[in-house]
């Protein structure tokens, strides 16, 4: 018996119950459909975390500072003068505070992010003005209380008007409305410029009491600078806070890997969950399979008394388990492509990369599933001897 007689005597065997079939395959369908759509958003992370990256220059690097002991700030002026130094090329410390309460004149309280920062901060994070201006060493140097606005702050909080010149209510202090930024997206820090509120650092830490320096952005001339400049900032940080526990440096390449690494490791811990359903439905196969050994008794003792072998018998059922969980696998494919493509539309901020050879992969896995789980009811159906099956009532 050739494997096509086989596959066709499967195939009128299955869909002579379709409903018992179909409910047979809803594990394999549910598995390989989770590992697909979960792939294709892990890899669509992966892809924007990189874009992201991109887009802010390969030369960045990224300190985060969180003290030691009593040594627990960094003094702004001594750390703008390592601009001086070749290997350091811009230095854009941060402070910033999440859901602080922001007000315009007409407007009821609205949460919003809070940036305090300096003049370099828009060349570094690679922002542009729409209108008015950003912030300029003059509002460092004399703490002016002024205001860089993202674009969908500026909607949220006045609407069609022109924002350039309004006063706005930052956790009850006073600031002036100098620029609104073009639309930008999300950032490598998963918030968006867009939503945020920029102020002068000198301002954020005296008049709205956001803290100390937590985070400096730090730029080097080009990519083969970047190694001497992050020697440079650690030496100083840790002459700084006396050691080396204080603070933590990572460069351009350093954080795609670390972002990539968690998005991997999550996408990888939910793939592994939806494999359970895959084994579910192998053991729904093997379940049904033995169900259908038992209907089927005196047709399997009808073909072995004219002649047909124990290996006949075996390939008949295995193939037949072969082609339910091949066929779950099918729709669960096309169940997961779909999910990932419909996801965008749900959440626009999250795209998918749909993986040819994932969906191959998990659907290469779903048919030996139907041969593992199938294998034991082929082999006690092949094994019935001719008298005893057909005398089986």
């Not at 460092?140 to 069609?160: C, H, M, P, W, Y």
């Not at 609104?180 to 509120?197: C, H, P, Q």
Request: charge should be neutral.
């Amino acid at each position: 018996m050739s494997l096509v007689e086989l596959l066709i005597m499967a195939l009128r065997t299955i869909t002579a119950k379709p409903l018992r079939t179909l409910l047979t395959m809803l594990g394999v369908i549910i598995g390989v459909g989770s590992v697909v759509t979960l792939v294709a958003i892990g890899q669509g992370t992966s892809a924007q975390i990189e874009k992201q990256y991109e887009g802010l220059g390969t030369n960045l690097i990224v300190a985060n500072l969180n003290g030691n002991g009593r040594a627990t700030q960094i003094n702004y002026d001594n750390l703008m003068q390592l601009e001086i130094l070749p290997e350091i090329d811009t230095i854009a410390p941060v402070v910033s505070k999440a859901g602080a309460t922001v007000k315009a004149e007409r407007e009821s309280d609205t949460s919003f992010s809070v940036i305090g920062t300096n003049d370099r901060y828009m060349s570094v994070m690679k922002l542009s003005v729409a209108e008015g201006r950003f912030l300029v060493p003059a509002d460092q140097d004399f703490r002016n209380q002024v205001a860089v606005i993202g674009s969908e702050a500026a909607k949220t909080l006045f609407g069609l008007g022109n924002p350039i010149g309004q006063e706005l209510h930052i956790d009850g202090v006073v600031y002036e409305v100098v620029g609104v930024l073009k639309e930008k997206g999300s950032n490598t820090n998963g918030t968006s410029a867009d939503s945020s509120i920029i102020v002068p650092l000198s301002a954020a830490t005296r008049a709205s009491k956001m803290g100390s320096i937590r985070t400096a952005y730090l730029e080097a001339p080009t990519k083969d600078d970047v190694a001497t400049a992050q020697a440079t900032i650690t030496q100083y940080l840790t002459y700084q806070f006396k050691n080396e526990n204080g603070f933590r440096i990572q460069n351009q390449d350093e954080l795609i890997k670390a972002k990539k690494e968690a998005s991997s490791t999550l996408t990888n811990q939910l793939i592994s969950v939806a494999c359970i359903s895959l084994l579910v439905g192998g053991i729904g196969i093997m379940n049904i399979m033995l169900v259908t050994v038992s209907e089927r008794t005196r047709e399997i003792g009808i073909r072995k008394s004219i002649g047909a072998r124990r290996l006949h018998i075996l390939l008949q059922f295995l193939a037949e388990a072969m082609v339910i969980s091949g066929l779950g696998g099918i729709l669960g494919l096309a169940l997961g492509v779909g999910a990932a493509w419909l996801w965008p539309l749900m959440n626009p901020t999250q795209p998918t990369v749909v993986s040819l050879n994932i969906g191959l992969y998990a659907l290469g896995f779903s048919v030996l599933v139907g041969i593992v789980f199938g294998l034991y009811p082929a082999n006690q159906a092949s094994r019935l001897k001719p008298i005893d099956a057909l005398r089986f009532d």
